[in-house]
C-alpha cells in the first residue's frame, strides 16, 4: 500500500513537473509571440506618419486660375486636385457616400468591427483569392494620404493604426472633407471639387442629387464606372446608390424615383481642356516661373488660386471677332493665292522628310520628286503655310491690366498645345503704327499739329545705297499739315519730318519711354516702322497715350494665394509719366482724326462706332503684316494679322492691309463690349490739360478761321507748338508754312530703292 502511495506521489510529481514545464514553454511560445508582435507592431508603426504629418496632410494640390469676373480659366497640376472645405460640397455628396460605403461612419472609432468580422467570415466560407477588407471611410482616408495601394497584411496594419490616429487627430466632418478631397473619381479628377467641374462643370456646391449619386458610383470602380465612357454602368450604379440613400432615410422615396428616372447629363471637360483663354493661361504660367523659384513654391503641386486681369466676357468676345473676321480674311486670301513654285519646292527642301531622303543618300531632284508625288502631304504642309495668323490683345489703361488675349488663329481649348503665342513671342515690323511715336517727338519739341511738311519723295544715302520712301498709293502731293499727314498715314512726309526736326534716337527714347521694349534700330526707316515689336508691348505704348501720358506695365495677375487663401503676393504694376499731358492731348487729338476722317474711318461709318476713340492703322511693305491699334480712356486694343512664314503675304490691299484685315476685329470686339451692359463701358473724354489751347482753324488755308463753318474745326497746341503757330502767322502767307528742305536730289532716285507703307 505505502509502496503503491508512493508511486502515485511520484507520478503526480511528474505530472506536476511536466504542466509546469508546458507551461513554461507556453508561456515562453507566448512571451516570444507577443515579442514578436510587439515587435513587429513597433517596426510598423516607426513607419506610419507622425502627429505633426497627420495634423498637416499635404496632398497635392492644382493651383487655380481665376479671372477678375470670377471664372475658372485653367488648372496647372500633376494632380488635378482642389481642396474645398465640407460645407462648399453639396449635401447629397456625403449622404451618398456614407449610404454606399460606412453606413457606421459616425459611430466607430476608425474600424466598423462588426463589419470587418462580417466581411472575414463571409470571404472564408466563399473562399475568396480577393478579400473583402470591409475598410471604413477613414481607412480608406489613412490608405489615400500615407499609405501606398498594395493589398498586403503590413498595410492593412499600418491602415487600422492610422485611422485610429486620424479619428483622434480629426472630428468626424474633417475626415469626411479629407476624404472627399483626395480621393480619385477618374479621368485625371482628384477631389470632389476637380471631378464636378471635369464631369458637370460646375462646383462641387452646385451638385444636385443624381449628379452627387453618379460621382460617388465612380469611386467603387473609375474605369467601369465612368460616365463619359460607359454611361449605362454609370447609370445602374447610380441607381443602386439612390435606392441605397433611399433605405437609410437619407433621401424620400419620391426624391429617389425622381433621380433614377433621370438621364446623366455631362458637360464633360477633362483634364486635356485647356480651359478658357488658353495662350493667356500659357503666358501666365511661363511668367509664374521666377516667381515659383523665389517663393519656394510649387505651381503644379501648392494649391494656388492665382487672380488675373482677364475678363472672361470680354475673351469671349475676343475670340468671336477674331473667328469671324479670320474666316472671311482667310477666304479672300485662298481665292487669290498662287504657289510660285520654287516657293513650293523650298517648302518640301526644309522639312524633314526631305533631309531624312537626303541623308540616305538620295539626290535632291529624286528626294524633291518622291515626296511631290505624296499629294496629301504637300497639300497638308501647304495649307498650313498659309493659315492666317492673328493677334488681339486689349489692356486697361489706367492700371494694365490685361483684359483679353487671343494669340493665333487656334484657341479652342480641346485642341490648344503650347501654341506659338503671336501676342508676346512674334516680333513683326509695325508699318505705321510707330508713326504716333515719330508724331510725339515732335509736338513735344514744339511743332504744332498745323505745320505743314511737303508730301514729296526724300532720297537718303544709306551708305553706299540710297534709300527712298514713298507712299503706299504711289502718290505725292503738296505741303501737308502734320494732322493730316498722320490721319492719312503718309509716309514721305513723316520721313520729312523725321528728317527735318528729329533723329532716330530721339525717337527712340520716346517709344521706349512708352512702352516699347524690343531693340530699335537708330536709322531713318525706323519712322515707317521697320524695327520689330510684339502687339503686348505696343498695345502698353498706345496706353500711354489713353491714360493722360501715364505708362503703366502691362500686367496679368493681381494676387496669388496659397492653399488657405492667404496672400502670398500683390501685384503693383510699374509706372511712369512718359509724356507731357499737352503733348500727350495733342496727339490723342490727331490720332482721333485717325478714325474720324483718315485711315481708321470704316470704325464710325461702317461699324457704326461713335464713342471718343484714337488708332492708327498699319501695314508693312509687301502685304506681310496688317494692324490696327485703337483706344478709348478705358480700353485699348491691338490687333494683328499676317502668316508665320513671312515668305508668305497677302496679295492685295482690298483685303489685305491693316484698316481691312485688322482693323475689324477691333471694331467688332469694341462693338460688343458696349453691347454688353454687364461691362459698364459707357463713352467717356479723354483728360484735356488747362493749359491745352485750343483755336479754331481753316482746313483751306491752316490759319485761324470763324468758328461753325464746315472747313473749319478745332486745333490744339502745346504752348511751345502755339508759340511757333503765331511765328508761322506772322510771316507773309506764302512763307509761314515752307519746310526747311523742299528739294529732292532727282539723281538719287534712280539708284534707290522705295519702302511703302501705310
Not at 190 to 209: D, H, R, V
Request: glycine share 6%; net charge positive; with cysteine.
Amino acid at each position: 500500500m505505502a509502496t503503491q502511495n508512493k508511486k502515485n506521489k511520484k507520478k503526480q510529481q511528474n505530472s506536476r513537473k511536466r504542466a509546469l514545464t508546458l507551461v513554461s514553454v507556453l508561456g515562453a511560445v507566448a512571451a516570444a509571440v507577443l515579442l514578436t508582435a510587439a515587435i513587429y507592431i513597433f517596426s510598423l508603426t516607426r513607419s506610419l506618419p507622425g502627429i505633426e504629418e497627420l495634423e498637416n496632410p499635404n496632398p497635392e494640390l492644382a493651383s487655380l486660375v481665376y479671372s477678375r469676373d470670377g471664372k475658372l480659366l485653367h488648372k496647372y497640376f500633376l494632380k488635378n486636385r482642389t481642396y474645398v472645405p465640407l460645407d462648399s460640397i453639396s449635401q447629397y455628396v456625403p449622404q451618398a457616400l456614407i449610404s454606399t460605403e460606412d453606413l457606421a461612419f459616425y459611430d466607430h472609432w476608425g474600424l466598423d468591427v462588426r463589419r470587418f468580422v462580417l466581411a472575414m467570415a463571409e470571404n472564408l466560407i466563399r473562399g475568396r483569392e480577393r478579400w473583402h477588407g470591409a475598410s471604413t471611410i477613414t481607412q480608406q482616408l489613412a490608405k489615400n494620404l500615407f499609405l501606398t495601394q498594395e493589398r498586403t497584411i503590413n498595410r492593412k496594419v499600418k491602415e487600422f493604426f492610422t485611422a485610429v490616429e486620424l479619428e483622434k487627430t480629426y472630428t468626424k466632418d474633417e475626415i469626411l472633407a479629407l476624404y472627399l478631397n483626395t480621393v480619385y473619381f477618374g479621368s485625371g479628377a482628384y477631389g470632389i471639387e476637380a471631378a464636378a467641374w471635369t464631369y458637370f462643370n460646375k462646383p462641387a456646391s452646385e451638385l444636385n442629387l443624381q449628379e452627387s449619386a453618379t460621382l460617388v458610383g465612380i469611386l467603387k470602380s473609375p474605369v467601369a464606372y465612368d460616365p463619359s465612357r460607359n454611361p449605362e454602368n454609370s447609370k445602374s450604379r447610380r441607381n443602386l446608390i439612390l435606392n441605397l440613400m433611399k433605405k437609410e432615410g437619407a433621401i424620400t422615396p419620391e426624391q429617389a424615383e425622381r433621380a433614377m428616372q433621370s438621364d446623366i447629363v455631362l458637360t464633360y471637360t477633362p483634364v486635356t481642356n485647356h480651359g478658357l483663354a488658353p495662350y493667356f493661361t500659357e503666358y501666365i504660367r511661363q511668367n509664374l516661373k521666377p516667381f515659383s523659384r523665389d517663393h519656394d513654391i510649387n505651381v503644379y503641386r501648392d494649391g494656388l488660386r492665382i487672380q488675373t486681369t482677364l475678363d472672361s466676357r470680354m475673351q469671349q468676345y475676343a475670340e468671336e471677332a477674331v473667328s469671324e473676321h479670320i474666316a472671311w480674311v482667310q477666304e479672300r486670301f485662298d481665292k487669290a493665292w498662287k504657289w510660285p513654285a520654287d516657293l513650293k519646292n523650298q517648302f518640301i527642301r526644309e522639312t524633314s522628310r526631305y533631309r531624312d531622303l537626303i541623308d540616305k543618300g538620295m539626290k535632291g531632284e529624286d528626294a524633291l520628286k518622291q515626296l511631290k508625288a505624296d499629294k496629301a502631304w504637300v497639300n497638308n504642309l501647304l495649307h498650313d503655310k498659309t493659315r492666317v495668323q492673328v493677334a488681339f490683345v486689349a489692356l486697361e489703361p489706367s492700371t494694365g491690366h490685361i483684359l483679353a488675349w487671343v494669340g493665333g488663329n487656334d484657341f479652342s481649348p480641346g485642341e490648344y498645345q503650347y501654341q506659338f503665342d503671336h501676342v508676346w513671342q512674334a516680333h513683326r515690323q509695325p508699318g505705321s503704327t510707330f508713326k504716333p511715336f515719330v508724331y510725339t517727338a515732335a509736338i513735344d519739341k514744339g511743332i504744332p499739329p498745323t505745320y505743314q511738311i511737303l508730301d514729296q519723295p526724300l532720297a537718303i544715302e544709306a551708305g553706299d545705297e540710297v534709300w527712298i520712301a514713298r507712299n503706299s498709293d504711289k502718290k505725292s502731293g503738296g505741303l501737308t499739315p502734320l494732322r493730316t499727314a498722320l490721319s492719312k498715314s503718309v509716309n514721305q512726309v513723316t520721313v520729312r519730318l523725321l528728317h527735318e526736326f528729329l533723329t532716330p534716337s530721339e525717337v527712340i527714347r520716346y517709344a521706349k519711354r512708352m512702352g516699347i521694349r524690343s531693340d530699335l534700330a537708330p536709322n531713318m526707316s525706323i519712322a515707317l516702322g521697320t524695327s520689330e515689336v510684339n502687339p503686348l508691348e505696343l498695345a502698353s505704348a498706345f496706353g500711354t497715350f489713353a491714360n493722360n501720358g501715364v505708362w503703366v506695365e502691362p500686367n496679368a495677375i493681381t494676387r496669388i494665394e496659397d492653399r488657405f487663401r492667404h496672400t502670398v503676393s500683390e501685384v503693383e504694376p510699374a509706372s511712369r509719366t512718359a509724356l507731357d499731358s499737352t503733348t500727350n492731348y495733342v496727339m490723342v487729338s490727331m490720332l482721333q482724326d485717325v478714325i474720324k476722317r483718315g485711315t481708321g474711318r470704316a470704325i464710325p461709318y461702317r461699324y457704326g462706332l461713335r464713342m471718343e476713340a484714337g488708332g492708327k492703322t498699319g501695314t508693312t511693305q509687301n502685304l506681310k503684316d496688317a494692324w490696327f491699334v485703337g483706344f478709348t480712356p478705358q480700353i485699348v486694343g491691338v490687333a494683328w494679322a499676317g502668316f508665320d512664314d513671312e515668305r508668305i503675304a497677302f496679295t492685295s490691299m482690298s483685303y489685305g492691309q491693316g484698316a481691312r484685315a485688322a482693323l475689324p476685329i477691333w471694331a467688332k470686339f469694341m462693338k460688343k463690349c458696349y453691347a454688353d451692359s454687364t461691362l459698364g463701358m459707357e463713352n467717356q473724354y479723354f483728360h484735356m490739360p488747362d493749359n491745352i489751347i485750343a483755336v479754331p482753324v481753316s482746313r483751306t488755308t491752316n490759319r485761324p478761321a470763324q468758328l461753325f463753318t464746315d472747313d473749319v474745326y478745332m486745333e490744339y497746341f502745346t504752348p511751345k507748338g502755339f508759340k511757333k503757330y503765331q511765328t508761322q502767322l506772322a510771316r507773309p502767307a506764302e512763307e509761314s508754312f515752307l519746310p526747311a528742305d523742299p528739294g529732292i536730289d532727282n539723281g538719287l532716285q534712280q539708284t534707290a530703292q522705295p519702302y511703302n507703307t501705310q
